[in-house]
């Protein structure tokens, strides 16, 4: 079972920051790649930023550069600093574990509740 709590989302002006965090509550299942996806109004989700347990980063184009993501493997958190934001950067985010679970089947489908992120102009 993976239970995915995310936090920080809030209101900010244009070039603000803000820092998302996500807890991972995890029983029989060891997590790989902690992700942080986000969704606009009329738009698919996407890709924001991911992790692996080797501390290996992806990120959307649109987001490099301004935002980072980490992670603390024995506590199953991630995070992301969010630098410098635009008013694009308005979605819900998400927090995505992808991992195996110890019969060995390996799920990708584990989503927290998301959190607003709304940047102003």
């Known amino acids: 079972q993976v239970q995915l709590v995310e936090s920080g989302g809030g209101l900010v002006q244009a070039g603000g920051s803000l820092r998302l965090a996500c807890v991972a509550s995890?029983?029989?299942?060891?997590?790989?790649?902690m992700n942080w996806w986000r969704q606009a109004p009329g738009k698919q989700r996407e890709l924001v930023a991911g992790?692996?347990?080797?501390?290996?980063?992806v990120y959307a184009e649109s987001v490099k550069g301004r935002f980072t993501i980490s992670r603390d493997n024995a506590e199953n958190t991630v995070e992301m600093q969010m630098d410098n934001l635009k008013p694009e950067d308005t979605a819900v985010y998400y927090c995505?574990?992808?991992?195996?679970?110890?019969?060995?089947?390996?799920?990708?489908?584990?989503w927290g509740r998301g959190t607003q992120v709304t940047v102003s102009l």
């Open positions: 995505n574990a992808e991992g195996i679970y110890s019969d060995g089947v390996y799920s990708t489908d584990h």
């Open positions: 995890v029983t029989d299942f060891s997590i790989n790649s």
């Open positions: 992790i692996n347990t080797a501390g290996i980063t």
